[in-house]
């Protein structure tokens, strides 16, 4: 069995399998074609979430539901129209008060597309995901803990139930 190996985990396994012997796959479980949420082949159980950006992309396993989603800053002023729509009252009021509201609107929008990743919301309507301001509240919505990072070249957030380890690769 190369390229695998198993741990003690409480009172069952962890199987751990090397990058090349995993087979990420998509489903959406309504039709055939392959889209939907990502999965491993491997281990059905475990949740997969893929993001990119310009320069950027993350991934992020968990044992259970898990998304993931990244943002290049970038130059430029935010587009207030599309933070009306997307955004609760109180989360505009933040962005109007931060010093960088194109970067302080992609905080909350990494959040809230986190969560449409784990199934708890839709695109549709983002303004109902009533999620934390970045950095006034604890990062967590109704159970699953948040996990933000970024700074001046690039924002992102993880959203699972689980507590969770950021590791950036260079």
């Known amino acids: 069995m190369a390229g695998r190996g198993w741990f003690r985990f409480g009172s069952g396994c962890l199987w ?3 990058p090349q ?11 055939d074609r392959p889209h939907g949420r ?3 082949a491997e281990a059905p159980g475990t949740g997969v979430s ?10 992020a396993a968990a044992d259970g539901p898990v998304g993931v989603d990244v943002e290049a800053v970038g ?6 129209r599309t933070a009306q729509a997307v955004c609760t009252e109180e989360e505009l009021a933040a962005l109007r008060a931060d010093t960088h509201p194109r970067r302080a609107f992609l905080r909350q929008w990494v959040r809230k597309e986190s969560l449409v990743k784990v199934g708890v919301g839709t695109l549709d309507e983002p303004a109902r995901l009533d999620v934390p301001v970045y950095g006034q509240e604890p990062p967590r919505w109704h159970g699953w803990r948040l996990l933000d990072w970024g700074g ?16 950036l690769l260079g």
């Open 16 to 18: 751990v399998l090397l």
């Open 21 to 31: 012997g995993l087979t990420v796959v998509q489903s959406c479980g309504s039709c």
């Open 38 to 40: 990502p999965r491993l």
């Open 50 to 59: 893929l993001a990119h950006t310009r320069g950027w992309v993350a991934a």
């Open 75 to 80: 130059a430029g002023d935010v587009d207030w």
């Open 152 to 167: 001046a070249e690039a924002v992102g957030c993880v959203a699972a139930r689980e507590e969770m380890r950021l590791r």
